[in-house]
């Protein structure tokens, strides 16, 4: 009975030799996959936040293009109001001006005596506008 005892005994040490090395094998596979997922878990939300910074980044690129061509319409917008109420003003003056001086002013410039100063204003206001818009601004 004794060799029976001596050979449960070397099973069972055995036994628990194989089910520590089991055991020791699991933790280390767990400790693998945990810092595998780990890893892989921190490459995701670094790709995450790069993308979510990107998407921001071209988002802010395109408010601030938007932005500034609302900017330049008011800008013209403003511009174009100014220079109506210069050329409403130049008309005004214009028709204050004396008969002959008036027609004085016509013929220096070429045109037609009695030509009305609104007609000469709106029929010259693109040759107006540039030196009114630098003398607004210089």
Do not use: W
């Not at 040490?13 to 921190?42: D, F, G, P, W």
């Not at 670094?46 to 921001?56: A, F, H, P």
């Not at 511009?79 to 005004?92: F, I, W």
Request: proline share 2%; glycine share 2%.
């Amino acid at each position: 009975m004794q060799s029976f005892d001596k050979i449960l005994d070397f099973i069972k040490h055995e036994s628990e030799t194989e089910c520590k090395e089991i055991a020791l094998n699991a933790t280390r596979e767990c400790e693998r996959a945990t810092a595998e997922y780990a890893q892989k878990e921190k490459e995701a939300y670094t790709n995450q936040i790069n993308q979510g910074i990107k998407d921001i980044e071209e988002r802010v690129a395109k408010l601030s293009d938007l932005a500034a061509q609302q900017a330049q319409k008011m800008v013209d917008a403003t511009t174009h109001d100014m220079l109506d109420e210069v050329l409403d003003l130049t008309s005004r003056k214009l028709s204050a001006l004396p008969t002959q001086e008036y027609n004085d002013l016509l013929k220096k410039l070429g045109i037609e005596e009695g030509c009305k100063p609104e007609y000469l204003v709106h029929q010259y206001r693109e040759e107006l506008a540039p030196t009114v818009i630098s003398a607004l601004f210089d």
